[in-house]
């Protein structure tokens, strides 16, 4: 079974908007951290918001806020007031803490187009 | 330096030859990964090592594919053999720890293509 799953290959949104991008999981560990990371077309990663399993309250930094449900196993992303510069791909990832299996496992990735 | 960095930043060769994928990792962290990513795909994880060990090399896809860590530093990938499968960019990332709560901070990549 895929660890993360991301259903949407590609989304488009227009400037300002805000936009939901969908991750669902798959750990029988307690003891976790889910991850967004943004990978524009220069090819580099860059972390956007953290979400621990065990936090109560869903997380936010700034644009980026993290919908996390837990009993569903998903922790979808949201951009509010999109911009130009938030076109890229979209990954979302997982660290489970049981064992030494604690390498993040990404998922398939979403591109955004953010049009005008 | 202040990232993770990795060299070289593009490397063509060709097949059947050997080569190496170095990476810095932010000083003072000691988990370093290394993943792969074909043209249009997602990461492919590759192997693990928290300090200069490797508990997890699952990722590794054939004997061709080698990697050490020394010092608990610098890590280098070798692939042997190099076949044009192997072309990808290779990323190297690195965390303060291997607790589910810390990020992963990436370098720039090895852009591989093997001819």
């Known amino acids: 079974a895929q660890k993360i799953t991301q259903t949407q290959p590609g989304m488009f949104v227009q400037e300002k908007e805000a936009v939901t991008l969908d991750c669902t999981y798959d750990?029988?560990?307690?003891?976790?951290?889910l991850f967004w990371y943004k990978q524009p077309s220069s090819g580099e990663m860059i972390f956007l918001i953290y979400?621990?399993?065990?936090?109560?309250q869903n997380a936010t930094e700034g644009r980026y806020s993290l919908n996390f449900q837990k009993a569903r196993k998903s922790a979808n992303l949201v951009i509010s007031a999109s911009q130009l510069g938030d076109s890229a791909m979209y990954f979302c990832?997982?660290?489970?803490?049981?064992?030494?299996?604690?390498?993040?496992?990404f998922g398939t990735g979403t591109r955004l187009q953010v049009t005008l | 330096g202040a990232g993770v960095s990795q060299s070289p930043s593009n490397k063509v060769t060709e097949k059947g030859k050997d080569v190496e994928l170095r990476c810095d990792p932010i000083?003072?962290?000691?988990?370093l990964y290394w993943y792969r990513q074909r043209l249009g795909q997602g990461l492919e994880f590759l192997i693990y090592?928290?300090?200069?060990?490797?508990?997890?090399k699952s990722g590794l896809p054939s004997d061709r594919f080698s990697a050490e860590r020394t010092g608990e530093s610098v890590s280098t990938l070798t692939i042997q053999r190099t076949q044009q499968e192997d072309s990808a960019v290779y990323l190297c990332?690195?965390?303060?720890?291997?607790?589910?709560?810390?990020?992963?901070?990436f370098g720039q990549g090895t852009r591989l293509t093997v001819v």
């Open positions: 990332a690195s965390s303060l720890g291997y607790m589910e709560n810390t990020e992963a901070f």
């Open positions: 750990t029988s560990d307690p003891s976790y951290g």
């Open positions: 979400q621990g399993s065990y936090d109560q």
């Open positions: 990832a997982m660290r489970e803490q049981g064992g030494t299996a604690s390498k993040l496992t």
């Open positions: 000083s003072g962290h000691t988990a």
């Open positions: 090592f928290q300090g200069n060990s490797a508990p997890d």
